[in-house]
């Protein structure tokens, strides 16, 4: 009995054993089977990942345009098989806010679309700058009754030297001339000299070149520079 005795806690501490060795073995195929999973979630990420930087640079626009254009046509066919009318269901299914929206952003595009000629474009020019201007409706009430008919002139009128400006008007009209020359050279391209620079470029790129050499390295060179100037360089 003892040889008994002595046995069963053996027994049991084996057993204990292989339990604890089972409990490992499963653990360890869990995360075998984990890792082989993100493996393969990873090398299906970096598929796609590579099919979408070899995609154009618009892909996602021009795939949303493509879905949109898929939806209006199953749209139109639906329309078309209960025989009704494709804008009219359209404008149907538009909210006041949506359609409120669209107008304010159609009022805030610009209309113009160009010019044919430079006479057009002179045209062009004159109206804009003709709705800028804000009329003295009492001055004109005063020309009005001081002239008459002869405010309104016409083919057979003659009124070359009859009328001079006020001095409000010349004044009014020399402002804007001024403001015009100076939105003309803020939207100019081309940039001035200067004349006391030191010239260290023999054409328009080399220039250009070294004001971008100048700008990234110039805080490095600095002190070169000036060694050279004084002549101490090493």
């Known amino acids: 009995s003892g040889s008994e005795d002595e046995a069963r806690p053996s027994t049991a501490a084996e057993a204990a054993a292989a339990q604890k060795r089972e409990e490992r073995l499963r653990k360890f195929r869990e995360l075998h089977m984990k890792r082989n999973e993100a493996r393969k979630l990873n090398h299906q990420e970096v598929v796609e990942e590579d099919k ?31 025989g009704e009318d ?12 949506d359609a409120e929206r669209w107008e304010r952003r159609k009022k805030r595009k610009n209309p ?30 005063k020309l009005k009754e001081q002239y008459g008919e002869a405010l309104y002139p016409t083919s057979d009128s003659l009124l070359h ?36 620079a030191d ?3 023999i054409n328009e790129r080399n220039a250009k070149f070294n004001k971008k050499a100048e700008r990234f390295y110039g805080k490095y060179t600095a002190e070169i520079k000036q060694n050279l100037e004084r002549g101490t360089a090493v």
């Open 199 to 201: 010239i260290d470029y």
């Open 52 to 82: 979408r930087l070899k995609l154009p640079a618009n892909w996602e626009a021009k795939k949303a345009r493509l879905e949109w254009e898929l939806k209006v046509e199953e749209k139109k066919k639906e329309c078309a098989a209960r």
């Open 112 to 141: 113009d679309l160009g010019f044919s000629d430079y006479a057009a474009a002179q045209l062009r020019k004159y109206q804009r700058l003709t709705r800028q201007i804000k009329p003295d409706l009492e001055q004109y009430e």
């Open 161 to 196: 030297g009859t009328h001079v400006p006020s001095k409000e008007g010349v004044d009014r009209m020399v402002a804007d001339l001024e403001k015009q020359i100076e939105k003309r050279e803020k939207y100019s391209r081309r940039r001035p000299y200067n004349d006391d």
């Open 86 to 97: 494709y804008e009219r269901v359209k404008l149907l299914e538009i909210s006041a806010e």
